[in-house]
């Protein structure tokens, strides 16, 4: 079960992503927030995997609290729940030392997704922010063993040629979707691109199993 | 006659308006260009406490709705489906124009780090490559109207080769000497006729259409620069040419 401790000003936003973390499985809402200067005490009091943390929270500002459970070595993952996804906020999350990125100007089943992600060690940044990322550590390359039914669709799919529109249609999602399944893909099978996916996909899935897979 | 010009009412000698000196109203120009930018954060920062935060919570509600097993057939479903969908296009919509414009931290961040931003941001959100690289260092005390001015003008330079170039791939090279800062932009698209382009942007107006490449040589003749657009077959090369005082 993934513990998540929710933080954000917004009452509806809070409301609403407490009702479908709650509807979700294998995760847990532990507590949840409007408040920034209590985010550290209840991180220790619920201790949680994930904090989702939004960056506006009136007088607080969401780095200085992130600041704050880094230095106080809060062992949590962070998620920074943003409307903003310029090169200025990614840049900001990635010195603050956040282990993701989620929009709220995508489907707030993408912040589902994300908290997963971000869970299993993945550092959940768009591909383009890579060149700002800390050195690969063990914990940012998970191995295929990490990947999530959806990530291991979306890899097959990739390994056979289909481009991200052509998968998208085949799953029934928008192609901003498989986008970010591939860069999670990416991320856990330690990978820059898509030929190198497909290159690991025929190395880890061996040919006897590939029917299986699509069964 | 005309309006008031400086000489015309000098030598009736009772000035209609105090004469504006060229480079007075050049440094005027240069100081709206922070205006502007201000201007935009503010719009950005409203976006995003109120639509944004109402439109994602609403769609957050409507998701749970959507796993309830007595709602997820029938013409309820369907209803809630294409809400969903709706919601999500309004907030896709909103998700570019907020990364297209929002500023960066001009104050505070040095002139390289801001172009590289702009670089990631543009792959970020149009899946394009660019490949970004500084063949010399970049000066850290450069004004805030040159940064701001180079910054929007890359990023019309890239937004541009992405929407005609027809390809995805694209360099930006830049590079100081003790005067100047220049950055180019290459692409090896399909190229167009630059002196047909830049004649249809004369006079837009307001509501005109795409003016990209007058939008960029206005902002280049506010600082004092050079702009040059050489394109062929072999592609497209825009160069940008600053003077750091």
Redesign the interface.
Known sequence: MIKVLLVDDHPLVLEGLRGLMESEPGIEVVGTTTDGARVVDLARQYRPDVVVLDLELGATNGYDVLTKLRAEQVPARVLVLTAYGDGESLRAALEHHADGIALKTDSPARTIDAIRAVNAGVLVFPQAARRWMRKPTDRAVAGPSALSDREREVWRHLASGLSNAAIARKLGVSPSTVKFHTQNLFQKLGVGNRTAAAVEYEKQIPAAARGRERG | MSPASPSSSSRRGRPARAPVRPRRASLAARGLLAAAERDLQQIILD???GP???I??????I??LR?RPELQTGDASVVLGRV?ASL?RA??E??NF??AF????FER?PLG?IL??????H???T?ATVDFSLATPLPDDVPLSLKISLYRILQEALANATRHAGVTSFEVLARADRRHIVVRVRDRGRGFNVAKVLKKEIDVGVAGGHFGLRGMRDRVAIMNGKLSISSGRGGTVVTIRLPLS
């Not at chain 2, 994602?56 to 509600?61: C, D, N, P, R, Y």
């Not at chain 2, 929002?102 to 931290?105: A, I, L, N, S, T």
């Open positions: 976006i995003h406490d944004v935060q109402d994602f919570g609403a769609l957050s509600q998701q749970v796993h969903a999500e907030l896709g909103i998700r907020i990364g929002r500023p960066p931290e961040r780090a590289e931003q702009l670089v990631v941001q792959e970020s959100l899946g």
